[in-house]
Structures are given as C-alpha cells and as structure tokens.
C-alpha cells in the first residue's frame, strides 16, 4: 500500500508542475466572470455567497464566452480494511491499484442575457463490471441545470425569477447540505461493498434518470423557494438519460410527470458570516417493476430539514452543514394483507427510512483543509424491503459512521484529497455477520487527485 501510495503521490506532483498556474485561465464560469474558481467555491463543489449568486442568476453574470467548455480528471487508490470474507471471496478488485477513475467535460456558461446552463458529461474509467469480471469503461449525461430568469424589484426589493430543467431532483440548489452536491463531494469509483439500503429516494436515487420541471424565485437575497415536477427522462426529455439503460430494470420508474419537489429557505449573509435554515423534499409515485410501467404504484415521501453555516475570511474558512431527511415508503403496490408470516416474510403496509448527516470542515490559506462528518440511517423493520441477502439476521437499514478527510489544494483547480470512511454499524448490526465480517471490516481509504481545466 505505501509504494502505491508513493506512486500516485509522485504522478499527482507532477502533474501538479506541469499544470498552468493561472486559475482564471481554466473553467468556463471563471473564463465568463474574469474571476478567480475561488470567488464562487470554497473548495469545490462547495459554493460561496457569490458562486450562489451567480448559479441563482441563471449563470448569465459576465461576459458571453465563444467556447462555454472546461474538462475535469480524477485518479485515485482504494484500499479496504478487509478484502476478503470467511470464504475467501475478495470483497473488491483492484485494491491499492493506481486507477484513472473520471474525466468530465463541461458546456457551462451564458447562453444569453437570461439564459444559462451547466451540463455536464462524464466518461468513467471502470464504469462497469462485465461477467467474468472486467471492468469497462462507460459514459453519459451527468448533471444538468439549465435556467432562464429574469429580475424585477418587489416591495423595492431585487427579485431573481427563473425556470429550471434539470435531470437530479436538487441538483438546482445552491446549498451544499441538499444531497446532489452534498458531501463527501468525492468517493472511490471502483465497486466497494456498500451498505444494502444507504439513502432515501432523493439521495441519488433518481439521478439522471429524471427530468424536472420547475421555477423558483430568489427574493431580497434572503429568501429561496422553488416547485419543481418530476417525470422519467424518457421520450422527448429521452437526452437528459443519456447513457442509461431503462429497459433493463435498473431505472426507477417513475409514474406520470406530476412528482412535485420542493424547496423554501432563508438565508442571511452579514460581514463574513453566512446562514442558511430551509426544508425541501419530494412525492413521488413509483412503479413496483421498474420494467413494467402500469399498475398500481408505491408512494415515496421525503420530507428534509437543513441548515447552513460559513465563515469566510483570509486565510481561514469554515463551514459547517447538517441535513435530516425522513422517508415515508406506502408499498401499496406490493403490500398484501392476506400474506402469511408463518409461510414466509411480508411485507409492511409502510415502512420508513430516516438518514441524518452532518460535517465541519476547516480550510487554511484556500490550500489545506479537513472535514469530519457523520452519518446514520435507520429505519423499519421490514424482512422483504430491507432484506440484505442474508448477510445480518437484521432486517433494518441502519448503518453509522464517519468520514474524515484531509485536502491539499495547490491551486483552486487542483485538489488531492486523503479520505478515510469508517463503519460503526452496518446494515441493522454492529456484530460479526454471516461472512465474517464486523462493520469496520469494510471502513476504506480513498487517495484521490482532482483537477479542473
């Protein structure tokens, strides 16, 4: 593991020497302002007064570009506490191997004076796994905002009017505690055993996979609110899921276009001191078999509380975030009241699902930084809906833990980032399950290079 990690250190340094040192000189919307990438983020993705202004404004702030393109590449080493169970099957491939994970490109930028949009389309290196186990490399739309807004005085108060179509219910938001852009920002992208149930519906489980339709209005730079409806991305919004495969079942299928998201927050920014205190959430009413898109529905309703708080000055940076976000899950398409117990498990009427996260993170001189965070999700008792193959007696989703991650930033477009994920509890036991295994046994170590140009 240290001569992998030595490695990748030398060829990020490297890469790091051979890179421009201008940052205005990179990224679309820095291009477009003729600003510097930390006017808008802290440490990317994260956002600043400023950098919601400009996504709140429809990213038509500045001057109209030629070219509205940038591009974005990641390498990374993932290491696992324990790569193998009481079999001898190993958990994952690839461990402490250097790996080119993502390469992004981004059309990014105004379109017109009240026109503007962030698309962006990513290749993954080991996308996917075939059969025999090798990994290929695959590629699709990712993230998609595009807006048009327009600004009126209020009660002799600025009002930012707009209509969004994006592909990722809150992906529109400019808060980093919503979960599109929540963090951790970054995360291994080799296939890692994760926990069977780790988030609710709208914790990227319609990610590119949707097409939303809303408008919102930014009133006196206090107060947020948008309606948004949601649909498949299919037919003549077929584009914004490109590079999915929604015949195999491994798209949720959403019923009708009427599935209504929502977001109302305030926010109050004084000298370097910014707040923010909202809720959002989503209904959504979704097909039983994702392949068979008629029948009854179950209805998923997520109801989220969050809040915000940053300090910027030179040379320190802190933010802290916490979002709590609870699922009600009516499985009255697959629920039926005459099944048995004793014969075999049901499944309940309703269940719910509860996941809460909250992180700090420091950053110095814009260059060094750290976060600590928490998460947990817990949940009902349901034998069939929170089934996890057998590997806890447990039918619950709860899982805990912890993510500490350590940031070098030699400039705002270049980031290497050491994260450690660590499991208290996993999936409704902190106990030995049938392989083997205790909940740390899969805590992981992630080594990533970041860089945007």
Request: net charge negative; with cysteine; glycine share 10%.
């Amino acid at each position: 593991m240290y001569q992998t990690i030595r490695k990748i250190l030398f060829l990020t340094f490297v890469g790091l020497a051979l890179t421009p040192s201008v940052s205005m000189a990179v990224p679309s919307f820095a291009r477009q302002t003729g600003m510097d990438c930390a006017a808008c983020h802290t440490s990317f993705p994260e956002l600043t007064p400023f950098g919601r202004e400009f996504k709140l404004n429809g990213y038509t702030l500045g001057e109209r570009q030629w070219l509205p393109v940038a591009a974005m590449a990641q390498f990374s080493v993932t290491s696992i506490a324990k790569n193998h169970d009481n079999t001898g099957t190993r958990l994952m491939a690839r461990e402490n191997d250097p790996q080119f994970d993502v390469l992004a490109l981004f059309a990014a930028g105004k379109l017109t004076d009240n026109l503007g949009m962030f698309v962006q389309w990513t290749y993954s290196n080991n996308g996917a796994q075939n059969a025999d186990g090798k990994f290929v490399g695959h590629s699709g739309l990712d993230n998609t905002d595009i807006r048009l807004v327009t600004t009126h005085d209020i009660f002799g108060k600025n009002t930012v009017f707009g209509l969004n179509l994006n592909n990722n219910p809150s992906v529109q938001d400019v808060w980093n505690t919503t979960p599109a852009w929540g963090f951790p920002y970054n995360g291994p992208n080799l296939p890692i055993p994760g926990p069977a149930f780790s988030g609710s519906l709208i914790e990227g489980g319609l990610s590119q996979q949707a097409a939303g339709l809303g408008a919102y209005f930014w009133y006196d730079r206090h107060l947020y609110g948008e309606l948004s409806f949601y649909g498949n991305a299919n037919k003549f919004f077929r584009v914004l899921s490109a590079g999915q495969n929604g015949h195999d079942g491994s798209i949720t299928q959403l019923d009708g276009r009427n599935n209504p998201y929502w977001r109302l927050a305030w926010n109050e920014d004084w000298g370097s001191h910014s707040l923010m205190v909202g809720t959002y959430g989503m209904q959504a009413d979704l097909f039983d078999d994702p392949v068979i898109h008629s029948g009854p529905t179950n209805r998923i309703t997520d109801t989220a509380l969050d809040a915000q708080y940053q300090f910027l000055s030179d040379p320190h940076i802190f933010t802290a975030q916490v979002t709590y976000i609870h699922e009600k899950q009516d499985n009255k398409a697959g629920f039926d009241p005459a099944c048995d117990p004793s014969a075999g498990p049901c499944l309940n009427a309703r269940d719910y699902l509860n996941t809460f996260k909250a992180k700090a993170s420091y950053l110095y001189n814009r260059k060094y930084g750290g976060s600590l965070a928490y998460f947990n999700t817990t949940g009902s008792n349901d034998p069939v809906k929170f089934d996890n193959g057998g590997v806890n007696p447990v039918t619950k989703p709860d899982t805990q833990g912890y993510v500490i991650q350590l940031d070098y930033n030699p400039w705002t477009f270049a980031r290497l980032s050491l994260q450690y994920t660590g499991y208290t509890k996993w999936d409704g036991s902190r106990q030995v399950d049938t392989l083997g295994l205790k909940p740390s046994d899969r805590n992981t170590l992630f080594l990533n290079t970041w860089f945007a140009f």
